[in-house]
């Protein structure tokens, strides 16, 4: 989009701040472009130079210019009429409330319309209309237990399955379309995304963070949704025959629950340990290729193997608890208080497996 | 974060009962011929007395500020000490200059500023005021969104060029500690954005903004008077402690380039370190290729200090913070 918009930068400037009114957008282009197109050409006689051969140059880099100016017009269009069909085709595959549950996501916006962590609801909304086509058409999930999410701030925390963090994007859109009051989830992100040209960009847009305690703190703080997976890597790199065992928590989450006395609201996610069906974990390549995990994936030899099966996701949200004390504690008191939250994460995670009559409806 | 609370009831204020007297002493201020330090100068001359320390001549000075044109590390800066008793000391004389040799800039940051400190012990002054930076803590990947002041200082991590300006800090700390009869107060501002012939400014002076191909680091600027203001509260008698100062709400740096007009144009970085390194052993750049990573990674302070103790908070907004860049166009 920067590549488009940098020479006809006025008009593109314009139009990146409007995107809700895609039809005004796409005739407010248009003409952009041609009056860049056409002041260039008229601006040459005006100049009369001296010089015969400088007259030719200007020519020339007029008639260059004129081209470029117009062919950046033409592909500024048809960037226009992509997103104004992909807002059609957004109202048609998640229905027409996507706009209106927007406006009511409690998020602190400063007055450039982006939170302090660089959230801005314009990216948040294509990435989560992306994870709700997958949420609502691909795995066609189930949500239970939306009535149990408090309004203020709360920390959601999670089983984590699947190879590829899935589970955390569906979760993401169900608490945006099926949840109410509508929200923005936020997670954390590994430190050394933040290296990634576009990759870092987009976390931050969409209101993903670093991953650090004191960015976590100050998330609660704003009553922000924090979605947190204890078991980290050990979760999602699981093989077929560990599905739906959680491995072992980390201890942060509760310490930061309690230090900013968040609720901490249990999440089964069912359906992700099928997607990719890994039957080896080989740690000595992983760490050789300093990955944090190498599945032995079968599924990608096959043709379309390489996209995660259309399991059927089923999401649990179980009722709330509290934890008071101090967040300084033992490990050990610490650990005791996160046994109880696995235990609960593990007994929604048997619950929905045995309630399931099929993994793929 | 939990040290930070218990940082903040050490450093709190110490409402002394200091006599009326002390607070009329003149003020030394070091580097007063800097934008900055000329713009504390017209804020303070008209209600104290300010002497004005710097190797550099100040042709337009107000008539009523003594000036001396000295070098900080000359013998002579004891003298100026010895001969008046002084209220407070205000240290902007920080050299950073990329071009000046690490030689230089150690002995006039370290050294010069080592000297200063004796004297301020040695003659009593009752209140150090020492402009740090927030660039100490530095642009790193993995960085808090907003640092306190409890954080590491770890800017010369990649940058070893600014490390002097990290031990001036650490020297104002260590001073701070070990001399209690002294009020010492570390500002560490934003990127100040003024007249100020600083990287911020200058890199927003471009006529067209080159930003890092895919990154877009949330950024905090301040007005270069809102520092002045900074450092005017600071003055206040009992006041002691270190200080993040920022400006208005932090903002992308696409958002700031685009609230000056101008164009950005976005550079691979390997293309954009590749050339810049270039460009500096050509000397065609003022802006040294390290400094590229305040375009790529989020280094953004936690002012909170600052607005519940110094009591500060930016007069100017964002508009005006960034458009103060074209003050200082020629």
């Known amino acids: 989009m920067t590549a488009i918009r940098s020479p006809g930068r006025n008009a593109g400037g314009k139009i990146g701040r409007e995107t809700d009114t895609a039809f005004s957008i796409a005739g407010s282009c248009g003409d952009g472009g041609l009056t860049c197109a056409s002041r260039v050409g008229t601006s ?178 704003q009553d922000e949704a924090l979605l947190v997976f204890p078991e980290g890597v050990r979760g999602i790199t699981k093989t077929y025959e560990q599905r739906y065992q959680l491995t072992e928590f980390g201890l942060g989450f509760m310490r930061l629950a309690m230090a900013t006395k968040s609720p901490i609201v249990p999440v089964a996610v069912i359906g992700g340990e099928e997607q990719y069906i890994s039957v080896a974990n080989l740690t000595g390549v992983a760490k050789a290729l300093g990955l944090p995990a190498f599945p032995i994936l079968p599924q990608l030899l096959i043709p379309g193997g390489q996209l995660p099966l259309p399991t059927r996701y089923r999401i649990y949200f179980g009722e709330p608890l509290h934890f008071d004390g101090d967040p300084d504690d033992d490990d050990s008191v610490i650990e005791e208080k996160v046994w109880l939250v696995k235990a609960t994460v593990q007994a929604m995670v048997n619950r929905g497996v045995k309630a399931r009559s099929h993994v793929f409806w | 974060m939990s040290s930070g609370d218990s940082g903040e009831t050490d450093l709190a204020v110490l409402e002394s009962t ?88 150690h002995s006039w940051n370290v050294s010069g500023f080592a000297k200063l400190l004796e004297y301020v012990d040695l003659f009593g002054v009752k209140k150090l005021i020492v402009l740090s930076s927030a660039n100490v803590y530095g642009p790193q990947p993995d960085n808090a969104q907003f640092l306190a002041e409890e954080a590491p200082l770890l800017g010369g991590q990649n940058f070893s060029e600014i490390r002097d300006l990290i031990e001036v800090d650490m020297h104002a700390q260590s001073f701070f500690w070990k001399h209690p009869e002294t009020e010492t107060v570390i500002l560490r501002p934003v ?67 685009k ?70 166009a020629w």
């Open chain 2, 259 to 328: 609230l000056l007009g101008r164009g950005h144009l976005p550079i691979p970085l390997s293309l954009g370190t590749m050339v810049m390194k270039r460009l500096w052993s050509m000397r065609l750049t003022s802006f040294p290729p390290p400094e590229l990573d305040h375009i790529r990674y989020v280094c953004m302070v936690d002012d909170k200090r600052a607005r519940e103790v110094l009591g500060f908070s930016p007069l100017h907004t964002i508009e005006e913070t960034v458009r103060a860049v074209e003050d200082g």
């Open chain 2, 18 to 105: 200091g006599d009326e007297g002390e607070r009329e002493l003149p003020i030394l201020i070091t580097g007063i011929c800097g934008r900055l330090g000329k713009s504390v100068a017209r804020r303070l001359h008209r209600t104290r007395t300010v002497v004005g320390v710097d190797r550099r001549p100040f042709p337009d000075k107000p008539k009523d500020i003594v000036h001396h044109q000295l070098d900080l590390r000359r013998k002579k800066i004891r003298d100026v000490l010895k001969s008046t008793r002084f209220g407070a000391v205000i240290h902007l004389g920080v050299l950073h200059d990329p071009r000046a040799s690490a030689a230089e800039h």
């Open chain 2, 191 to 257: 990127h100040i954005l003024g007249n100020v012939k600083n990287a911020p400014s200058n890199f927003l002076r471009l006529p067209t903004v080159p930003t890092a191909m895919g990154f877009d680091p949330m950024v905090q600027v301040i007005h270069q008077e809102d520092v002045v203001h900074a450092i005017q509260l600071a003055l206040r008698p009992g006041l002691r402690g270190i200080f993040n100062v920022a400006g208005p709400e932090p903002l992308p740096l696409s958002r700031i380039i």
């Open chain 1, 44 to 221: 040459d006689p005006v100049d009369s130079p001296p010089n015969r051969a400088l007259e030719r140059a200007v020519t020339a880099r007029s008639v260059v210019g004129s081209l470029v100016r117009g062919l950046q017009s033409r592909a500024q269009r048809a960037v226009d009429e992509a997103r104004v069909g992909a807002s059609a085709w957004v109202t048609k595959a998640l229905g027409d409330d996507v706009e209106e549950r927007m406006k009511r996501v409690p998020v602190a916006l400063g007055q450039a319309g982006v939170d302090p962590f660089g959230l801005d609801p314009k990216w948040t909304k294509w990435a989560l209309t992306s994870a709700g086509f997958l949420h609502r058409h691909y795995f066609r999930t189930e949500v239970f237990g939306a009535e149990n999410l408090p309004k203020g701030r709360v920390i959601l925390v999670s089983n984590h399955s699947g190879q590829l963090p899935i589970d955390g994007a569906l979760i993401g859109a169900a608490m945006f379309m099926d949840v109410e009051p509508p929200r923005f989830i936020r997670a954390m992100v590994e430190k050394w995304t933040q290296t990634l040209p576009f990759v870092s960009l987009l976390f931050s847009r969409v209101g993903q963070v670093v991953g650090v305690p004191e960015n976590a703190r100050r998330l609660l703080e």
